[in-house]
């Protein structure tokens, strides 16, 4: 077999050359793998901000601000596919390129959600998917309206628990509306979260919501509460023009219909906005830690650094027990946190409640 030789040349023979290799010798097979990984997408810097606030089948009304408030414009959007699976819900701010007109029959695309502020979330119904996914209720609001009726149907503290620990989840501030005290006095509830420092209001039906819209004005709230609570109510004397539906309480049941079938963001007359959604029934926390809960109780913190490693601050040798023993703070503030911590259990939200007592002395 004949053998080849490489020659350097100006030298003698039989010196062969060392090759040197670079990034340009590398030969790449066309075909499936020949692609780059990633391209530059474009910045879209011309894209018009928009507000979402309504969801429904893959589209998304977005409002459009402009100077002039009567320009203003409810602009109909999908979701670009460079997104991929990132969620958009009700309160996002995100970017519209496209036909951004507002013009009937016309579709813009949403190519950019913008960074929250917060994030409203839920798990599935811990007595039936225990998976841990979360699920996003609304963005970047700054206010949880908790809307829970004092009769009619009765109060059920641990559906407020529940929505309580999802507020301190995603920093969201908590605000106790109670409707119906026509039916009902609202002393005993309001007690039994006065530990916890949540404000509260009290309403009832043809009464005064001054003090309510104090609370809500300037701000972005989300209203979440039972079916048939009166939050629908609310919502129409608030915004006169909401015309969401209300429904009567089942005489059965004690339940409500869920009237209200998606969340939908509405600007109120005196400024800011409230996000009414759809009634609930149960509330899971299986995304929410422990550590999370606790670290809305700063007093109560310091006293479980000698802890048992992965205590549940719920059993014997808790020492959160000798801490409060101590006087290092109120007790009742630890039978709220232990309340709270209970209530991340799986146990079904739409039971009927019986008022919850302090955490037994142990």
């Known amino acids: 077999m004949r053998a080849f030789r490489t020659r350097r040349r100006g030298h003698g023979s039989g010196s062969l050359r060392r090759r040197e290799y670079d990034e340009d010798d590398v030969r790449v097979r066309p075909g499936k793998g020949s692609r780059p990984r990633t391209r530059i997408r474009p910045a879209h810097e011309d894209a018009e901000q ?48 496209g036909d951004v007109s507002g013009r009937p029959d016309t579709l813009a695309r949403v190519v950019r959600v913008e960074p929250r502020t917060s994030m409203l979330r839920r798990s599935a119904d811990d007595t039936e998917d225990t998976d841990g996914i979360e699920r996003p209720v609304v963005a970047n609001a700054d206010q ?159 006293g479980t650094l000698t802890c048992p490693k992965g205590c549940s601050h719920l059993t014997e040798g808790c020492a959160l027990d000798s801490w409060v023993a101590a006087g290092h703070a109120d007790l009742a503030r630890l039978r709220s946190l232990r309340r709270l911590l209970a209530s991340r259990e799986g146990s079904l939200d739409d039971a009927p409640d019986q008022p919850a007592g302090p955490v037994p002395e142990r």
């Open 144 to 302: 949880l309206v908790i809307v829970t009726a004092l009769a009619d149907p009765p109060p059920r503290p641990r559906m407020i628990d529940r929505i309580l620990v999802a507020a301190f989840d995603a920093g969201i501030e908590p605000l106790l509306c109670l409707t119906k005290s026509d039916l009902a006095p609202p002393d005993d509830l309001v007690a039994q979260y006065a530990p916890l420092g949540v404000p509260h209001v009290v309403v009832h039906r043809g009464g005064s919501l001054d003090e309510l819209r104090e609370h809500l004005k300037g701000r972005l709230s989300v209203l979440v509460g039972h079916s048939g609570v009166g939050k629908s109510t609310l919502v129409n004397v608030l915004v006169p023009d909401a015309n969401r539906a209300v429904s009567q309480v089942n005489a059965v049941t004690g339940r409500g219909r869920h009237t209200s079938t998606s969340a939908v963001a509405l600007e109120l007359p005196e400024g800011g906005w409230i996000i009414d959604t759809p009634g609930v029934r149960s509330f899971g926390l299986a995304h929410v830690s422990v550590e999370t809960v606790l670290a809305a109780f700063p007093d109560l913190v310091e």
């Open 50 to 97: 928009g507000f979402v606030v309504a969801v429904d089948r893959g589209r998304y009304t977005t409002l459009v601000e402009a100077k002039r408030k009567q320009q203003r414009r409810l602009v109909v959007a999908m979701k670009a596919r460079e997104l991929g699976r990132k969620g958009i819900v009700v309160g996002d701010r995100v970017a519209l390129v």
